[in-house]
């Protein structure tokens, strides 16, 4: 049974730093990949990154590119993501999903998702 558990989220200051986990379990990163999305009150889920060992390929939207790392090590079941020079406009409930690859899991309806977690950015 494949099951998503995010933890990590919290309140941080503009500029600071969060790191969230997804563990994972009912496959491992070497099967299948996992990313991250996020969602702010009002707006649409925006895809934010995706790691896949398949592929050898990390993704990254444009408007975290150089600020977040996904990370993940082969035969395990936990991806990370390392968030720095957080901005307000990260606000937003943070979910790790898989699919059978990371255009789906950015670009359409992953399969599965985690129950989120919530990042704020304020001061």
């Known amino acids: 049974q494949v099951r998503l558990v995010e933890s990590g989220g919290g309140l941080v200051q503009p500029g600071g730093s969060l790191r969230l986990s997804c563990a994972a379990s009912?496959?491992?990163?070497?099967?299948?990949?996992i990313g991250w999305l996020r969602q702010a009150p009002g707006k649409e889920r925006e895809a934010v990154a995706c790691i896949s060992l398949e592929d050898d390929g990390t993704y990254y939207a444009d408007s975290v590119r150089g600020r977040f790392t996904i990370s993940g090590a082969a035969g395990g079941n936990t991806v990370y993501l390392q968030m720095d020079s957080l901005k307000p406009e990260d606000t937003a409930v943070y979910y790790c999903?898989?699919?059978?690859?990371?255009?789906?899991?950015?670009?359409?309806?992953?399969?599965?998702w985690g129950q989120g977690t919530q990042v704020t950015v304020s001061s």
């Open positions: 999903a898989t699919a059978s690859g990371c255009y789906s899991i950015l670009h359409e309806d992953p399969e599965y």
């Open positions: 009912g496959f491992t990163l070497d099967e299948y990949p």
